[in-house]
């Protein structure tokens, strides 16, 4: 069994939104499943001063998928309220994310990306199995 994870330490990473899709492809590069989820604390637009209640520091977004030759994967963070800065000036505009798929104990793929605080992201990625 193959899991997708995407994972952030972010202080205010409740802000955030996180919808993800993936798509299984067979040695003919075929489609064969279909995965997706999503991790919504509050609705876009909310723009809550505070994080939800029982809110963890630490963030982790998983999907189990079975073995296939290959993945697609898109996921999608869109802000639901304003960062709490007011000011660009000096100020950390970005924040990282972790994205792994493993099969157990071993790593297939790992990634950091960095996410605008602003504007949020949108990453695709095509990814072997072996």
């Given amino acids: 069994m193959y899991r ?7 202080s205010e990473n409740w802000r955030y939104n996180i919808m993800v899709t993936l798509s299984m492809r067979d040695s003919a590069g075929e ?5 997706t989820v ?3 604390p509050f609705e ?4 809550s001063e505070n ?20 993945v697609r994967f898109i996921i999608y963070m869109l802000p639901n309220s304003l ?9 950390d505009i970005s924040f990282p994310i972790q ?17 605008n605080r602003f504007g949020g992201c949108g990453v695709e990625r095509i ?3 072996k």
């Fill in 4 to 10: 997708l994870e995407i994972t952030t330490s972010h």
């Fill in 31 to 35: 489609q064969c499943g279909y995965h």
């Fill in 38 to 40: 999503e991790d919504s």
């Fill in 44 to 47: 876009v637009g909310t723009n």
């Fill in 51 to 70: 994080p939800p209640e029982g809110f963890v520091r630490r963030r982790e977004i998983s999907l189990d998928f079975e073995k296939c030759s290959s």
């Fill in 83 to 91: 960062p709490q800065i007011k000011s660009l000036e000096g100020a």
């Fill in 99 to 115: 994205i792994k798929i493993v099969n157990g104990e071993n790593k297939v793929f790992a990634e950091k990306i960095e996410v």
């Fill in 127 to 129: 990814v072997e199995l």
